[in-house]
T-cell receptor, first 110, second 117 residues
């Protein structure tokens, strides 16, 4: 079983739609969580951190449920430019290395 | 450009040959990471350095792989006796520790794509 599991998608949504991605992690020692974005043939880049209380950054909302070991990302009012792969990422602070999921591919269509 | 720089960007080699990749991190970053990514997968951790010290190596990193960061600046990743299964994108990333905090933000280079024939 992978340490970080994501639905690979693709999620095909129209512009303006709301879409949600989920992620589960198996390492209970994971303490910090992030969403990264990776455009096709590009390097991953940090989208946002995920805090226990939930956090929002513009159209993006991240949630963490430690009891269920579950992380989510909600994108409202999808734009064509949101088309990318979204990587769920965990960090065990004892290790300092990030563990990436396989990613969920989003395609926003006009 | 002051981002993470990797070279070569592309390398095609025959099975059994050795290859070396170089990474130049962002200059003030003390941590440097190597990841490997194949199609449809997320980046897979290989190893990381804090300054010149190699602090962790993935058990996935066979003895054919070696990484160095001799002066705490650039790093090299060498793969000896390459196999077809080594074909992947090799990503380098760097980060800094500020006041002991780790924000989890890694700055990735554009990667070195290896094709083993």
């Amino acid at each position: 079983r992978k340490e970080v599991e994501q639905d690979p998608g693709p999620f095909n949504v129209p512009e303006g739609a709301t879409v949600a991605f989920n992620c589960t992690y198996s390492n209970s020692a994971s303490q910090s969580f992030f969403w990264y974005r990776q455009d096709c043939r590009k390097e991953p880049k940090l989208l946002m951190s995920v805090y226990s209380s939930g956090n929002e950054d513009g159209r993006f909302t991240a949630q963490l449920n430690r009891a269920s070991q579950y992380i989510s990302l909600l994108i409202r009012d999808s734009k064509l430019s949101d088309s990318a792969t979204y990587l769920c990422v965990c960090m065990d602070t004892g290790r300092r290395a990030l563990t990436f999921g396989s990613g969920t591919r989003l395609q926003v269509q006009p | 450009d002051t981002g993470v720089s990797q070279n070569p960007r592309h390398k095609i080699t025959k099975r059994g040959q050795n290859v070396t990749f170089r990474c130049d991190p962002i200059s003030e970053h003390n941590r440097l990471y190597w990841y490997r990514q194949t199609l449809g997968q997320g980046p897979e951790f290989l190893t990381y350095f804090q300054n010149e010290a190699q602090l962790e190596k993935s058990r996935l990193l066979s003895d054919r792989f070696s990484a160095e960061r001799p002066k705490g600046s650039f790093s090299t990743l060498e793969i000896q006796r390459t196999e077809q299964g080594d074909s992947a994108m090799y990503l380098c990333a760097s980060s800094s520790t500020t006041g002991g905090a780790n924000t989890g933000e890694l700055f990735f280079g554009e990667g070195s794509r290896l094709t083993v024939l």
